[in-house]
């Protein structure tokens, strides 16, 4: 199976600030056929399903605002949220769907 | 809107058995892949099962597999989850999930999710 390590496993950010989440790839996830990485991000805030972002590591989804943002290939990936903002608190999760289907251990994001 | 919601949780008896559901509206259910993805009380997510949009193709988690059965009723837009032998380890929120025409997509959207607590 294919392992996903974020980092941090936490961070406080102040208010309009920058949060940058970190995921690793125990193996790449890049599509040679399309150059396409199968690696999304989600948002799950408390009693709530999670939250779609990201998909292919950068298109960000409709309706999300522009401050988040997904980059890397192969087998390292950043969220960055931008101009952090209250209801931004919740805990963020990467996901492979290259090879079955895997999560990160999540990392939670507070406000400093 | 497109929506799914999940019922059926519980709390039940280690040994026991129990059926999840998951209603969906708002998109075409039947061209669909479903999943169901569990986390427990604190922990990360899990991916658990997955069902083609016909339900010929089935496939599950090496932790569940054979203990937990995907099926889905394309005539009621619903997925099931059927989880026997229930262990502690069950206890989780349940969501279940769709990623759309293709399995190896992302999930989009995910319903609210249903409690299943094992106690004794």
């Known amino acids: 199976d294919i392992v996903l390590t974020q980092s941090p496993d936490s961070l406080a950010v102040s208010l309009g600030g920058t949060a940058t989440i970190n995921c690793k790839s125990s193996q790449s996830v890049l599509h040679s056929s399309n150059n396409k990485n199968s690696l999304a991000w989600y948002q799950q805030k408390p009693g709530q399903g999670p939250k779609l972002l990201i998909s292919w590591a950068s298109t960000r989804e409709s309706g999300v605002p522009d401050r988040f943002s997904g980059s890397g290939s192969g087998t390292d990936f950043s969220l960055t949220i931008s101009s952090l903002q209250a209801e931004d608190v919740a805990v963020y999760y990467c996901?492979?769907?290259?090879?079955?289907?895997?999560f990160g251990q999540g990392t939670k994001v507070e406000i400093k | 809107q497109v929506q799914l919601v999940e019922s059926g949780g519980g709390v039940v008896r280690p040994g026991r058995s129990l059926r999840l559901s998951c209603a969906a509206s708002g998109f075409n259910f039947r061209s669909y892949a479903m999943h169901w993805v569990r986390q427990a009380p604190g922990k990360g997510l899990e991916w658990v099962a997955v069902i083609s949009y016909d339900g010929n193709n089935k496939y599950y988690a090496d932790s569940v597999k054979g203990r937990f059965t995907i099926s889905r009723d394309n005539s009621k837009n619903t997925l099931f989850l059927q989880i026997n032998s229930l262990t502690l380890e069950d206890t989780a929120v349940y969501y279940c999930?769709?990623?759309?025409?293709?399995?190896?997509?992302?999930?989009?959207?995910w319903g609210q999710g249903t409690l299943v607590t094992v106690s004794s």
């Open positions: 999930a769709t990623s759309g025409g293709n399995y190896f997509n992302c999930f989009d959207p």
């Open positions: 996901q492979q769907y290259y090879n079955s289907w895997t």
